[in-house]
């Protein structure tokens, strides 16, 4: 039986964070990094709290791929305070390390005989890139290994969308980002798990990524184009979440987890490979993979005439568009070293094949095929 669910209550425009004025008599834990701290960002947030005189206090020891070393010291800082609410702000890692703090303070305390109920959740994203303030997945890192984890208890109560958070964002994190959200749309698209519903979100999530990314990469104060960014965000998070990922992520996880390039932007290099693996247009037939892929393009407007006409214009589209806003088109030109990534392919292809996205990947990958694709990714 199929499911659809949408769990955090979404507020959306700027200036949205204002519902923290909701917040009284209660205990708040702001998880966030040293950055949001440093920014001011965080003051926001800060002084709404103080204005209630609600009881606060903060953890901002949040790294990029947050390590489980950062995970066990959130889960201290929560069980020393025993917060009512916590609100997660920053991009994909900081609400990502503060789902699994969340997951892990209330099985410690529980399984200790310490009845502890899960503190109401609020996740306030500062990029438009991983949707996690609407999804179920976090991926924390341990050495070189990325670890996607899913939980439904691990979804936020209330996602606040608000696009003021989002207006000086650096161009090239705005790039690497929105190319994060269309992987998750694309994937989420093909998913052996797709439907009806997470299909109309995913198509319009694409959509708003090819209207606005450019006029976000070239000007940071166009507030639209900031403001359909974070939507489109938002929209992938919750078509991903229902219908789970592909072996985009799968290998990308395993590339920023050796060679640490930003998650947004390894997605967006693995994409066009992927789309031509998945696609499998030497196959005798037609594969439906190939058709959802041509869809897409329809919904686009690129030509497609045919289903491999559509395919390579998705392809095409996709490169284009990673040009404009200096992706890089392979991992050597990533500068990742030739001999450390081949030295590192049977490893990486054992990961990728293990990871939870590749399940409903919608071509059965073997081995082979991963270590192909990488050593393909990489580039001549």
Same mark, same amino acid.
């Given at each position: 039986m199929?499911?659809?669910?949408?769990?955090?209550?979404?507020?959306?425009?700027n200036?949205?964070?204002?519902?923290?004025?909701?917040?009284k008599?209660?205990?708040?834990?702001?998880?966030?990094?040293?950055?949001?701290?440093?920014?001011?960002?965080?003051?926001k947030?800060?002084?709404?709290?103080?204005?209630?005189?609600?009881?606060y206090?903060?953890?901002?020891?949040?790294?990029?791929?947050?390590?489980?070393?950062?995970?066990?010291?959130?889960?201290?800082?929560?069980?020393?305070?025993?917060?009512?609410?916590?609100?997660?702000?920053?991009?994909?890692?900081?609400?990502?390390?503060?789902?699994?703090?969340?997951?892990?303070?209330?099985?410690?305390?529980?399984?200790?005989?310490?009845?502890?109920?899960?503190?109401l959740?609020?996740?306030?994203?500062?990029t438009?890139?991983?949707?996690?303030?609407?999804?179920?997945?976090?991926?924390?890192?341990?050495?070189?290994?990325?670890?996607?984890?899913?939980d439904?208890?691990?979804?936020?109560?209330?996602?606040?969308?608000?696009a003021?958070?989002?207006?000086?964002?650096?161009?090239?994190?705005?790039?690497?980002?929105?190319?994060?959200?269309?992987?998750?749309?694309?994937?989420?698209y093909?998913?052996?798990?797709?439907?009806?519903y997470?299909?109309?979100?995913?198509?319009?999530?694409?959509?708003?990524?090819?209207?606005?990314l450019?006029? +976000?990469?070239?000007?940071? @104060?166009?507030? *639209? =184009?900031?403001?359909?960014?974070? %939507?489109?965000?938002?929209?992938? !998070?919750? /078509?991903?979440?229902? +219908?789970?990922?592909?072996? @985009?992520?799968? *290998? =990308?996880?395993?590339?920023?987890? %050796?060679?640490?390039?930003?998650? !947004?932007? /390894?997605?967006?290099?693995?994409?066009?490979?992927?789309?031509?693996?998945? =696609?499998?247009?030497?196959?005798?037939?037609?594969?439906?993979?190939?058709?959802?892929?041509?869809?897409?393009?329809?919904?686009?407007?690129?030509?497609?005439?045919?289903?491999?006409?559509?395919?390579?214009?998705?392809?095409?589209?996709?490169?284009?568009?990673?040009?404009?806003?200096?992706?890089?088109?392979?991992?050597?030109?990533?500068?990742?070293?030739?001999?450390?990534?081949?030295?590192?392919?049977?490893?990486?292809?054992?990961?990728?094949?293990?990871?939870?996205?590749?399940?409903?990947?919608?071509?059965?990958?073997?081995?082979?095929?991963?270590?192909?694709?990488?050593?393909?990714?990489?580039?001549?």
């Open positions: 199929n499911t659809f669910s949408v769990k955090p209550k979404i507020y959306f425009d200036g949205s964070v204002e519902y923290l004025k909701n917040i008599n209660k205990k708040v834990c702001i998880v966030t990094d040293p950055f949001m701290l440093k920014s001011g960002a965080a003051d947030i800060i002084s709404i709290l103080k204005s209630n005189k609600v009881e206090e903060i953890f901002s020891e949040i790294k990029p791929d947050p390590p489980i070393a950062t995970v066990a010291a959130g889960v201290n800082k929560m069980i020393n305070f025993k917060p009512d609410v916590i609100v997660a702000l920053g991009g994909g890692s900081s609400i990502d390390a503060t789902k699994s703090i969340i997951l892990f303070t209330v099985k410690i305390l529980n399984a200790s005989g310490d009845e502890y109920s899960k503190p959740f609020i996740a306030i994203p500062t438009s890139g991983t949707g996690s303030e609407v999804t179920s997945f976090s991926v924390i890192t341990m050495g070189n290994a990325k670890f996607p984890l899913v439904d208890e691990m979804i936020p109560d209330i996602a606040i969308i608000d003021d958070f989002v207006k000086t964002v650096p161009a090239q994190i705005t790039a690497d980002t929105a190319m994060d959200v269309l992987t998750h749309a694309i994937e989420a093909v998913s052996t798990n797709n439907s009806d997470t299909d109309a979100l995913a198509e319009k999530a694409v959509k708003l990524v090819f209207e606005y450019l006029k +976000a990469y070239k000007d940071g @104060n166009n507030v *639209i =184009a900031r403001e359909k960014l974070h %939507n489109a965000s938002c929209m992938a !998070g919750i /078509a991903f979440t229902n +219908a789970n990922l592909g072996i @985009n992520h799968s *290998i =990308a996880h395993t590339i920023g987890g %050796n060679f640490h390039i930003p998650h !947004g932007r /390894a997605n967006a290099i693995v994409l066009p490979y992927v789309i031509k693996f998945n =696609a499998n247009l030497e196959a005798q037939e037609e594969t439906e993979t190939a058709k959802r892929y041509a869809e897409l393009s329809k919904v686009l407007g690129l030509p497609c005439s045919s289903i491999e006409e559509g395919v390579n214009s998705l392809i095409c589209a996709i490169n284009i568009l990673g040009k404009e806003t200096n992706i890089p088109k392979n991992l050597k030109e990533a500068s990742i070293d030739e001999n450390s990534l081949f030295n590192k392919l049977e490893n990486m292809a054992d990961a990728a094949l293990k990871d939870n996205c590749t399940k409903t990947n919608p071509r059965i990958p073997t081995k082979e095929d991963i270590v192909n694709l990488i050593k393909e990714i990489y580039g001549e």
